[in-house]
Nanobody, 125 residues
Framework: QVQLVESGGGLVQVGGSLRLSCAAS????????MGWFRQAAGEERELVAA????????YYTDSVRGRFTISRDNTKNTVHLQMNDLKVEDTAVYYC??????????????????WGQGTQVTVSS
């Protein structure tokens, strides 16, 4: 079993920054994908950014590319999402997720085995 604990959400103004962190514990593996989904009110859950643990692949959805950066700390089993130049449309609950035993990034939420508790990101104008 893997546990994912998120931190770093909050309320910021347009143009501000936040850094989300997701710490994994339990039976982690080097063969996995970790990423961040978000779900805005009334919207589908969307993959925002992801990486495979080998470091060979990184994914960003078009709306955040150039503003968000996903990174990993393999020593701490932690993945971060640095969010800069935040926009109102970034407002959502952000979920950390892990897809074990694969090196291929998928945008399908059902493929991810473990989920963090969710953290609210609110961007106000």
């Amino acid at each position: 079993q893997v546990q994912l604990v998120e931190s770093g959400g909050g309320l910021v103004q347009v143009g501000g920054s936040l850094r989300l962190s997701c710490a994994a514990s339990g039976r982690t593996t080097s063969n996995m994908v970790m990423g961040w989904f978000r779900q805005a009110a009334g919207e589908e859950r969307e993959l925002v950014a992801a990486l495979n643990w080998s470091g060979s692949s990184i994914y960003y959805t078009d709306s955040v590319r150039g503003r968000f950066t996903i990174s990993r700390d393999n020593t701490k089993n932690t993945v971060h999402l640095q969010m800069n130049d935040l926009k109102v449309e970034d407002t959502a609950v952000y979920y950390c997720a892990a897809d074990l035993y694969t090196d291929i990034i998928s945008s399908a939420s059902w493929r991810y085995d473990y989920w963090g508790q969710g953290t609210q990101v609110t961007v106000s104008s």
